[in-house]
């Protein structure tokens, strides 16, 4: 994924957005949540599952506009954007690696088809109707790329029957962001209707970047203005929707969308950890190069453009007797163009000396020439089908199958450039070729209500992956051909105990497991490299959900154990650690944690919180960081452990980008002023623990991402019709670091503020 947008200007986003299926209003109380991941729709609060359902209205009060800031109102939930990519976990599992091989551990959903879990998922939220946030394993319903969990996003669909109604909305910032936005609903006849959705932004740069080599002259300008084309990080966005419901009776509905977006994000700009530090390390020599994360240097091209189209057509057919047959069919074609400057600085400097062992300290050296770019295409045909049984009666079942085909392309003549020449690297690195991938499966589950307060659920899902590279790599002038394959099978299943005590009060228990592919590792010259297998997670939960105070207080809380077998990691190659490569951990790394939820609507007052306690810690697991060039052996299994240090034993290290803690807390007051006008004034905050970027858990090179507090507040007054927001995000302007990849850090989004008017008609 892309660094998301943060425009201030779509802080609003999602105003005039409905709820759709996900809510219904209770007489004043806590809204009635509805979630469908499990294909039928359910009463979150008397579902088996930990899951969060944030309507389009919620996700505009809480200042929800991107990927990135799910993470600051659901616990548990971390989103680390790195530019090209994002390691979005659940719970501590999901993605740990920065690179395409490696697959997403928490996929996400569009208008209900699977979408890219290898880059793109900065697309804007705009019309949008809900978002579930499902934690823990999902390989039931869901499949192999779910063992932290999954994301459905369901846009708003077309009403028939109604009338011309829709939303307009413009907005304005700092950072000279701008945005439009709108959607329409058409009722074109009494079975068929239209809606008409887009969205258009725009934002300067959240960088001071300067070229500070006087070889390159213009010293210590603003790095726009020192040589064209060399984006700074300007956005520029450009997205429409066409969705069309059709239901020529009541037992036939067929929904189509066709979504089309240009997101150009200008530049993922990033300078290198160790200028974060105000000496250099293990030292009391003050650092030159220390610096602010938003003023930096750079002096290669960079530059961030993502292209795709997507067509979600589903059909629904109900039979006289109540049974439901489903089918969801998904086309998406896309085009990622990314562009940077790979050492993150103007500059060739022999700068920082790092003790990562007290004999072998690590030299870091940055190249003013080092650069990165790729071109890459991605295409993905899925197709699902569900028999879905009636709601009623003590037996409830679905049925499912489901196959897809994602390649990427990664293209002609060799559109993948490590550029590190001479005399501070190797040299080029560069490939080409394509790397398809298959998946089938089929599923299902039961439930069975031994009384009318107890029910048993029993579910199941056979699934088989098959990945295959055929590409052509340049390796610093040694030609090499990577022509491999693998495949992997597992059987998931779900077995869950659900008692509803009374209308307010369900607990359950459950076990589920999950599974996410291996893959293939790319040749160094020393043979066909050995593939890393599936990782496959087991979780154990209970919950306890309740209602009180006549409707008004909802809570939830729940406790999880998580086994977590062969973790994907990159560490030296165990031979010859001279070259990253990518193995599974030998031990079961175990997870587990308690969260508790509350949501609360006592009149004009409303509020929701959430706070998640999380404990993880690897079994014995021996690597060498790829980050230090040596060439003692290091067995993943046995090590040995050598007088240098570098083979090092992680057992009892933390996963990565799992907090120990977090929190979030959201509230707002309505003011009726009268005459149909309200004035809310609203507040939210989420706070993160710090957590590591990498197993090595290794400070001196950068691993140690702090903690992050970030406080956002809105002013709203409605009119009518009318709609008029000051808002602000990130109010404290917290600098910190978003993400860790190729030595760079990423930066979050600094504090952005603005007012937006919206018209809904």
């Known amino acids: 994924m892309k660094r998301a947008l943060y425009l201030s200007a779509s802080v609003l986003s999602l105003v005039c957005c409905n709820a759709a299926y996900a809510q219904t209003a209770s007489s004043g109380g806590v809204e009635t949540v509805v979630v469908t991941a499990e294909r039928r729709s359910e009463n979150l609060m008397k579902t088996p599952i930990s899951a969060d359902v944030i309507s389009g209205n919620e996700l505009q009060a809480k200042g929800v506009v991107s990927v990135d800031q799910l993470q600051f109102i659901a616990p548990s939930v971390t989103v680390d954007n790195f530019g090209q990519g994002i390691d979005f976990n659940i719970r501590g599992i999901g993605k740990g690696e920065h690179n395409s091989q490696t697959a997403t551990g928490v996929i996400t959903y569009r208008d209900g088809v699977a979408t890219f879990p290898g880059y793109i998922a900065e697309e804007p939220y705009y019309d949008v109707a809900d978002i579930q946030i499902l934690r823990g394993p999902q390989g039931t319903f869901v499949g192999q790329n779910a063992t932290g969990g999954a994301v459905f996003v369901d846009s708003a669909n077309p009403e028939i029957g109604g009338s011309y109604t829709g939303y307009a909305m413009t907005s304005f910032g700092n950072y000279d962001a701008g945005m439009v936005q709108g959607g329409v609903n058409i009722p074109v006849s009494d079975t068929f209707a239209l809606r008409v959705a887009g969205f258009g932004a725009g934002r300067g740069s959240f960088y001071s970047i300067a070229d500070t080599d006087p070889a390159d002259n213009c010293p210590h300008q603003k790095y726009a203005d020192c040589k064209p084309g060399y984006n700074p990080g300007d956005e520029r966005w450009a997205a429409g929707r066409v969705s069309a419901l059709w239901k020529p009776t009541e037992a036939l509905s067929v929904l189509l969308k066709v979504d089309g977006d240009y997101l150009d994000n200008g530049a993922y700009p990033a300078d290198p950890f160790e200028d974060g530090f105000k000496t250099y390390q293990g030292t009391n020599t003050p650092n030159p190069h220390y610096t602010d994360l938003f003023h930096i240097t750079a002096n290669a091209p960079q530059g961030g453009l993502d292209r795709f189209t997507r067509a979600s057509l589903k059909v629904d057919y109900v039979l006289p007797n109540g049974i439901t047959f489903r089918s969801i069919s998904g086309y998406q074609t896309a085009s990622t163009d990314y562009a940077a400057d790979l050492d993150g600085t103007s ?24 650069t990165f770019f790729d071109k890459v295409g991605e295409t993905i045909f899925s197709q699902e089908f569900n028999i879905i049984s009636p709601d009623t009666g003590r037996l409830t079942w679905v049925v499912g199958a489901y196959t897809q085909a994602n390649t990427y392309d990664f293209e002609k003549p060799y559109q993948f450039l490590i550029h590190t020449p001479a005399p501070t690297g190797p040299g080029d690195y560069s490939l080409q070729g394509n790397n398809p991938n298959q998946a089938w499966a089929a599923f299902g589950q039961v439930g069975y209500n031994v009384t009318d307060g107890l029910q048993v659920q029993l579910g199941g899902r056979w699934s088989d992956s098959r990945s295959k590279n055929d590409a052509q790599i340049d390796q610093y002038g040694l030609l090499l051909n990577d022509v491999q394959k693998t495949e992997s099978s597992s059987f998931d299943y779900k077995g869950s105990i659900n008692w509803t005590i009374n209308d307010d009060q369900f607990v359950y228990a459950f076990i589920a497991t999950g599974y996410k592919p291996g893959g293939l590792n790319v040749p160094v010259g020393l043979g066909t490299p050995a593939a890393f297998g599936p990782e496959r997670v087991t979780e154990y939960e209970t919950g306890w959900k309740a209602t009180w105070l006549d409707g008004h207080l909802r809570t939830q809380i729940d406790g999880y154990y998580n086994q977590y077998k062969n973790f994907q990691v990159s560490i030296g190659y165990p031979a010859v650690p001279v070259f990253p490569f990518e193995v599974n951990d030998p031990n079961t790394t175990k997870i587990y944690g308690l969260e508790a939820e509350t949501q609360a609507s006592f009149g004009a007052l409303s509020f929701t919180g959430g706070v998640g306690l999380m404990h993880s810690a690897l079994g014995q697991f021996f690597a060498t960081d790829p980050r230090i060039p040596v060439v003692l052996p290091c067995d993943p299994k046995s090590g040995p452990l050598n007088i240098f240090g570098t083979c090092v034993d992680l057992k009892n290290h933390q996963q990565t980008y799992a907090p120990n803690f977090t929190f979030n807390l959201s509230a707002q007051y309505v003011f009726d002023l009268g005459a149909g006008d309200k004035l809310t004034p609203r507040v939210n905050y989420a706070h993160e623990s710090q957590q590591w970027a990498t197993l090595f858990e290794e400070p001196a090179l950068g691993d140690r991402l702090g903690s992050r507090d970030i406080l956002g507040a809105q002013l709203d007054w409605t009119h009518g019709t009318y709609d008029i927001t000051l808002y602000g ?33």
């Open 347 to 370: 500059f060739a400097d022999p700068h920082a000396i790092y003790p990562t062992s007290p004999l072998l300290p690590v030299l870091v050296y940055n190249s003013k020439v080092d």
């Open 729 to 761: 995000t990130n109010l404290t302007d917290l600098h910190y670091v978003a993400a860790l990849n190729s030595n760079l850090r990423f930066a979050g989004a600094p504090r952005q503020y603005g007012i937006s008017l919206t018209k809904a008609f």
